[in-house]
């Protein structure tokens, strides 16, 4: 069978760029007029041009546009005919295909290899240890180009971060290092920095923050590394583009990058951080909860490690992999090559022993009251036949955080907090309203949490102490202070807002956070949200309190490894103390003994999801949507969480009423 013209001589199509403008000239080509073209083009957003011999786009992403263009027109047989701007274009996404294919190969094969390369950086301090774990992400972040440290909190990601940095700097392939990521996270940055290089200062780091970061915009190609936040960067993206990244050849690094997980078109910072990253060298994600809802997390995080390849497809492409059977197994194996985890077994031989404690605190009877009455109204609740849906949902979150608060301390009911999302108290029971506002002693709990630091304390150990509820802090302070007047305690609280620019508590938290760790026999009381995430305590602390817990998981892990990670002094233990609210007889529980039971359940599952090396789970617990590939003794799917929660929380309510308890 002879070939036809077509196939031996494609026709060609002029396809010209200028600036955010591409035209597609036809003439020649009418057909590409038809419908059978013009309908495809005109979905693609193309809009027939007025001379009627071609089409016309104006879009913001004309790198991406070109690249999908090219591909349908080669795929309709037509060769490409392009002006010296738009050839520019093609052969550049020509070597950025390239360089993705040979990435993946590197990286499949340093996964999948028993013993990585030894890298240790030129201008490290020779006293720095790099464990063998370690070597790996490291090898594999310098080899794949653009790639995910997905590993475990406290696990050296800042530090592995650096050995990248440094090989690609002495190798000439990188100038310097753009760092976006939350707040808190800019400390951690400049003190591995320090510890890494053996530098005494940070005179070559710069924080591109506030108001007067524009007079230092012309110099920042003089500094090695410069942090900012998701929104200075997004707000400052042309800024950025033009003072540094195309001055410079940028190693971009997103920390905590589950802040850019969002999936809407409309996400400004995930959109941002991806338009940023088109413009960097080398572009890498750090997270030790990539997922922490669901597969849909991912799609902005791997789109800004290959924006010109969109590995997980468009945003459109990507929601109908998360609509079939199993999205996870067609995901994982899109971006298996460009990851790596260390995982929690890994640092098991190099981390110091845990000893947990607990401390059985009877409630007061003032306080008991109070639970009993919570807990007579979520019984009765649950026992209507007929109630308001929506009243139903809201009533029942509130009381669970309600028995927590009367659980610990019931002084709290009467305050608004807006970490835990709840406003002041309000029940329809006059006897129960009375009895929260008549409530005037210092709860049990508070004072046992509070004697407790300062045992520590007067060992000239520092000691953290966590809770749920804003108000706690104070009132642990107050008490800290009135049971010892030389007492000190450092109190912090309350979640900073990644979306906000503003820096005041945030600079007088790690003003906070420095007086505790330069200091023996500190006591810290913070909020388990207020610093959750990027804070290392290791250095300094090995003793925590656990005035109460909540449901979440992820949070509570998080807390742990403030002060256990690697670089803690293995020959010492790390001490965690849980006070568990108990009523007056001594044996009977409270919501305290659900959340524990909850917590270890789940802390369990979240270990297990956290130690594959190879898939990648969501890890909220929550979500019933996805399947579960491997996960041995842990069924098919994830569970709805919160349904089972309230289920435990009613069990347990139910057998307080049947002992006559409450």
Known sequence: MSNSLKDIFPPKVKLTKLENTIKLDVTGNESLLEPEYSVPLELMGFEESVDGIGYFIT??????????????????????????????TIKKFKNIEEYLNTSKDRGQRIKNQKTPVG???????????????????????????????????????????????????????????????????????????????????????????????????????????????????????????????????????????????????????????????????????????????????????????WPHNQILGTR?????????????????????????????????????????????????????????????????????????QEEHSTFRKNRVLRLLQAATNPAVMLHDDDEVDIDAFYTKDPSLTELVHRYDEISPKIKIAAEEALKISKKDENVIVWTVFIKNVDAICKTIKELDPNSNPIGISGEIDIDSNIEKDFIGREERLDKFRNNKGAILVATMGSI????????????????????????????????????????????????????????????????????KERIKRLYTLLNDEFEIHPLSLESPRYNMKNMKGHGSKIDDETEITYKKVNEMISRHKKNKKI
């Not at 000439?172 to 400049?190: C, K, M, T, Y």
């Not at 969002?262 to 997922?291: C, N, Q």
């Not at 007061?364 to 007929?386: A, F, R």
């Open 316 to 388: 459109e492409g990507y929601k109908s992999i998360l609509e079939s059977f199993n999205p996870g197994s067609e995901i994982s194996e899109k971006i298996s090559f460009l990851w790596t985890r260390v995982t929690n077994d890994h640092l098991k031989k190099d981390m110091p022993k845990t000893i947990p404690k607990t401390i059985p605190v009877p409630m007061s009877e003032k306080q008991e009251n109070i639970y009993k009455g919570i807990e007579n109204e979520i019984y009765d609740l649950e026992n209507k036949e007929y109630f308001d």
């Open 59 to 88: 879009t913001n992403d004309p790198d991406n546009m070109i690249k999908r263009t090219v591909k349908q027109l080669t795929t309709w047989g037509f060769e490409i005919y392009p002006n010296s701007e738009l050839d520019e």
């Open 119 to 305: 890298i240790f950086p030129k201008n490290f301090d020779p006293s720095i240890k790099i464990f063998p774990y370690q070597l790996k992400p490291i090898q594999h972040m310098i080899e794949v180009g653009n790639a995910a440290n997905f590993s475990v909190p406290g696990s050296g990601k800042t530090l592995m971060t650096y050995a990248v940095f440094d090989k690609l700097r002495s190798d000439g392939i990188v100038d310097s290092l753009l760092v976006v990521g939350p707040l808190a996270s800019f400390g951690p940055w400049e003190e591995q920095y320090k510890f890494c290089f053996n530098k005494k200062n940070t005179d070559k780091i710069f924080r591109y923050l506030g108001p007067s970061r524009f007079n230092e915009l012309k110099n920042l190609k003089n500094y090695d590394i410069i942090l900012t936040s998701y929104p200075t960067a997004v707000n400052d993206i042309e800024h950025l583009k033009k003072e540094l990244l195309s001055e410079q050849k940028i190693m971009m690094v997103i920390d905590e990058s589950h802040h850019i997980k969002r999936f809407r078109a409309d996400a400004s910072i995930a959109t941002g951080m991806i338009e940023l990253g088109k413009y960097a060298e080398r572009r890498y994600i750090l997270s030790g909860t990539p997922v922490p809802r669901d597969f849909e997390d991912l799609w902005s995080q791997i789109t800004f490690l």
């Open 532 to 599: 959750a995430e990027s804070v290392s305590l290791h250095k300094s602390c090995r003793n925590a309190i656990y005035l109460e817990r909540n449901f979440n998981a992820g949070q509570y892990m998080q807390s742990l490894s403030r002060i256990f990670r690697i670089g803690s002094d293995k020959n010492k233990p790390v001490n965690y103390i849980f006070l568990r609210t108990v009523f007056r007889d001594k044996f009977t529980d409270t919501i305290d003994g659900t959340i524990d039971s909850k917590l």
